[in-house]
């Protein structure tokens, strides 16, 4: 407890001496004016920061205006790499007058000594390495580069760390020599750890979020932002959620475009005069793309702040108008400018997902459907809806079909909901999904023998017929069309499901409906009477005569007559296989 105390201490110290350098400092103004002379922050005359030879820092690279706050410029140096940073003091050591200090010298060291301090509380989980080389072998040097492939954001549960070890092989012991250090048991270790980010976190999100909201170089931006990619992987890990929360809430708010007074865009809904308004530096892409990466990499353990990430991106795409595209069409999301790596980014997250534990592909689609919610509700109030999540719905499912019985209601019945939308965009985006998803998931599911699961799929198409609308009935008897086509041999005792669906189109007022409902009638009869249950011959003449009875079209009616002679002819033809069977 004592241990843990001064590590507190000594983050809240920090904390203080970036904020009091990156604040006008009244002392040193004051002691300005009474010694005649400009003192500069450092302590430092301009002469003396100009004295090459003699000043402490000055042979590295210094950015003039590393950092903005309070309308004031502060100059930093460029940071060491993480982990690598020593004070240059200790290197002259040897000389006998002591070095004059180079302008951003001390910010430069407490921003060195802040993400040292995070890297460090990075490397303490069971195995000493960064949670980021743990998740992301192939991690890219910038988040502005490509998107990782699927093999390199492979993530894996919490309790798969402490047999992980960076650089081995596949069974290596993680005590190897591999150059990875084992640190006591995992659960000592997530202990010590939650204790530390506990008691410092306060203090160093308040930092993070000042360097990151004064930063003007873009490489500084980036060592901030990858400190809170490792914030976000630890907090996580030891379940602190509600820290986890405030670390990505601040991300997110980074991450917003700004309108044309400097402000945050919040409001997802775009006006006719909107786009020309709306700016988005290259700061505010760079917290883009550190966000979702922080979803590719830290997915895992993201739980319910899932919600805050999707969220944050929702805003993003509608507000620069961009679209998320299936992955087969990746060639038209390049044409999107700038937008394109964000594109990219999202369905690289739609793909990884197959590598996501159960529990937190849930979280993930309960948060996508929670989203697709509040569509819905925007629907209802007039207002235009936000269509980001529906797709991001179907790319999640399409890649997670092996394991449809974890999803595959809670998805179903969101998507159900909005076809009865009065929405037309939102119930065509919904009935498309469905039907895009269950011919996926028969074929899955089809040659696997599970006839239970084959079932429940299909009984999802069948509920489509519940919605009166005949946008949907359309889609649904156009879905009807592919099944039949590629598992027609398959369906064995569901056929009920697929004469019942071609029934419900008779009993609308559309004749377009009609007229698509007969031909798949007309289909079944033409290839699959003989395959049909005994028990349903007797329903297929029944959707024959209600297609006979119906007023929308009199050449159906009068065709479904003589569809029905020719029923009467393949059962007499097949009366003895009838009676034996």
């Given at each position: 407890?004592?241990?843990?105390?001064?590590?507190?201490?000594?983050?809240?110290?920090?904390?203080?001496?970036?904020?009091?350098?990156?604040?006008?400092?009244?002392?040193?103004s004051l002691?300005?004016?009474?010694?005649?002379?400009?003192?500069?922050?450092?302590?430092?005359?301009?002469s003396?920061?100009?004295?090459?030879?003699?000043?402490?820092?000055?042979?590295?690279?210094?950015?003039?205006?590393?950092?903005?706050?309070?309308?004031?410029?502060?100059?930093?140096?460029?940071?060491?790499?993480?982990?690598?940073?020593?004070?240059?003091?200790?290197?002259?050591?040897?000389?006998?007058?002591?070095?004059?200090?180079?302008?951003?010298?001390?910010?430069?060291?407490?921003?060195?000594?802040?993400?040292?301090?995070?890297?460090?509380?990075?490397?303490?989980?069971?195995?000493?390495?960064?949670?980021?080389?743990?998740?992301?072998?192939a991690?890219?040097?910038?988040?502005?580069?490509?998107?990782?492939?699927?093999?390199?954001?492979?993530?894996?549960?919490?309790?798969?760390h402490?047999?992980?070890?960076?650089?081995?092989?596949?069974?290596?012991?993680?005590?190897?020599?591999?150059?990875?250090?084992?640190?006591?048991?995992?659960?000592?270790?997530?202990?010590?750890?939650?204790?530390?980010?506990?008691?410092?976190?306060?203090?160093?999100?308040?930092?993070?979020?000042?360097?990151?909201?004064a930063?003007?170089?873009?490489?500084?931006?980036?060592?901030?932002?990858?400190?809170?990619?490792?914030?976000?992987?630890?907090?996580?890990?030891?379940?602190?959620?509600?820290?986890?929360?405030?670390?990505?809430?601040?991300?997110?708010?980074?991450?917003?475009?700004?309108?044309?007074?400097?402000?945050?865009?919040?409001?997802?809904v775009?006006?006719?005069?909107?786009?020309?308004?709306?700016?988005?530096?290259?700061?505010?892409?760079?917290?883009?793309?550190?966000?979702?990466?922080?979803?590719?990499?830290?997915?895992?353990?993201l739980?319910?702040?899932?919600?805050?990430?999707?969220?944050?991106y929702?805003?993003?795409f509608?507000?620069?108008?961009?679209?998320?595209?299936?992955?087969?069409?990746?060639?038209?999301?390049?044409?999107?400018?700038?937008?394109?790596?964000?594109?990219?980014?999202?369905?690289?997250?739609?793909?990884?997902?197959?590598?996501?534990?159960?529990?937190?592909?849930?979280?993930?689609?309960?948060?996508?459907?929670?989203?697709?919610?509040?569509?819905?509700?925007?629907?209802?109030?007039?207002?235009?809806?936000?269509?980001?999540?529906?797709?991001?719905?179907?790319l999640?499912?399409?890649?997670?079909?092996?394991?449809?019985?974890?999803?595959?209601?809670?998805?179903?019945?969101?998507?159900?909901?909005?076809?009865?939308?009065?929405?037309?965009g939102?119930?065509?985006?919904s009935?498309?999904?469905?039907?895009?998803?269950?011919?996926?998931?028969l074929?899955?599911?089809?040659?696997?023998?599970?006839?239970?699961?084959?079932?429940?799929?299909?009984?999802?198409?069948?509920?489509?017929?519940?919605v009166?609308?005949?946008?949907?009935?359309?889609?649904?008897?156009?879905?009807?069309?592919?099944?039949?086509?590629?598992?027609?041999?398959?369906?064995?005792?569901?056929?009920?499901?697929i004469?019942?669906?071609?029934?419900?189109?008779?009993?609308?007022?559309?004749?377009?409906?009609?007229?698509?409902?007969?031909?798949?009638?007309?289909?079944?009869?033409?290839?699959?009477?003989?395959?049909?249950?005994?028990?349903?011959?007797?329903?297929?003449?029944?959707?024959?005569?209600?297609?006979?009875?119906?007023?929308?079209?009199?050449?159906?009616?009068?065709?479904?007559?003589?569809?029905?002679?020719?029923?009467?002819?393949?059962?007499?033809?097949?009366?003895?296989t009838?009676?034996?069977?």
């Open positions: 407890e004592q241990s843990t105390k001064v590590f507190a201490d000594i983050i809240c110290s920090l904390h203080l001496f970036i904020q009091n350098q990156l604040q006008p400092n009244l002392s040193a002691t300005a004016s009474s010694s005649g002379h400009q003192v500069h922050q450092d302590g430092a005359t301009p003396e920061v100009g004295g090459m030879s003699t000043t402490l820092g000055s042979g590295s690279n210094i950015y003039r205006e590393g950092f903005q706050f309070g309308g004031t410029t502060h100059a930093v140096l460029a940071l060491s790499p993480v982990g690598t940073a020593r004070g240059m003091l200790l290197q002259m050591l040897d000389k006998q007058d002591a070095p004059q200090v180079a302008e951003g010298y001390a910010l430069s060291e407490g921003v060195s000594c802040l993400l040292d301090t995070v890297h460090s509380v990075g490397l303490s989980p069971v195995v000493e390495t960064p949670l980021d080389d743990v998740h992301l072998t991690e890219p040097a910038n988040f502005e580069s490509a998107a990782p492939s699927v093999s390199s954001v492979r993530q894996m549960s919490p309790s798969a402490s047999s992980v070890s960076v650089g081995s092989g596949p069974g290596a012991d993680a005590s190897s020599d591999c150059g990875v250090k084992v640190i006591g048991t995992e659960a000592d270790s997530d202990r010590v750890v939650h204790e530390m980010v506990k008691v410092s976190s306060k203090d160093i999100l308040g930092s993070l979020s000042l360097l990151l909201d930063s003007q170089v873009p490489s500084i931006t980036e060592a901030v932002l990858r400190a809170f990619h490792t914030l976000v992987g630890v907090c996580g890990r030891v379940e602190l959620d509600t820290v986890m929360q405030s670390f990505l809430q601040n991300l997110s708010k980074a991450s917003q475009p700004l309108d044309a007074l400097g402000q945050p865009t919040i409001s997802p775009l006006q006719d005069d909107r786009p020309t308004a709306i700016k988005m530096t290259s700061k505010k892409l760079q917290c883009t793309k550190c966000l979702l990466s922080v979803a590719l990499v830290h997915g895992v353990v739980r319910n702040s899932w919600l805050t990430v999707l969220e944050t929702q805003t993003v509608s507000i620069l108008g961009l679209q998320v595209l299936p992955s087969n069409h990746q060639d038209e999301a390049l044409s999107q400018g700038e937008g394109s790596h964000l594109v990219l980014l999202l369905q690289q997250l739609c793909q990884n997902s197959s590598f996501l534990s159960d529990k937190a592909l849930l979280d993930l689609l309960s948060s996508l459907s929670t989203l697709f919610k509040v569509a819905e509700r925007q629907a209802r109030s007039g207002r235009e809806p936000l269509l980001f999540a529906s797709h991001l719905l179907v999640c499912c399409k890649v997670n079909l092996k394991r449809l019985d974890l999803f595959w209601q809670i998805v179903v019945d969101r998507f159900l909901s909005a076809c009865s939308s009065n929405h037309a939102l119930r065509e985006v009935a498309k999904a469905l039907t895009t998803l269950i011919p996926l998931a074929q899955e599911h089809g040659s696997a023998g599970n006839r239970e699961v084959f079932h429940n799929i299909l009984s999802s198409l069948s509920k489509m017929s519940d009166s609308r005949a946008d949907v009935c359309h889609q649904q008897l156009s879905c009807v069309f592919q099944i039949l086509q590629s598992l027609g041999d398959q369906l064995g005792d569901d056929w009920p499901l004469l019942q669906i071609i029934r419900s189109s008779a009993q609308l007022d559309q004749s377009a409906v009609v007229q698509l409902g007969f031909e798949a009638l007309q289909l079944v009869a033409a290839d699959f009477l003989a395959l049909l249950p005994l028990a349903c011959l007797t329903l297929c003449l029944d959707v024959a005569s209600t297609f006979g009875l119906q007023t929308q079209d009199l050449n159906i009616s009068l065709t479904a007559v003589g569809l029905l002679w020719n029923m009467s002819d393949f059962l007499c033809h097949h009366q003895s009838i009676e034996v069977g």
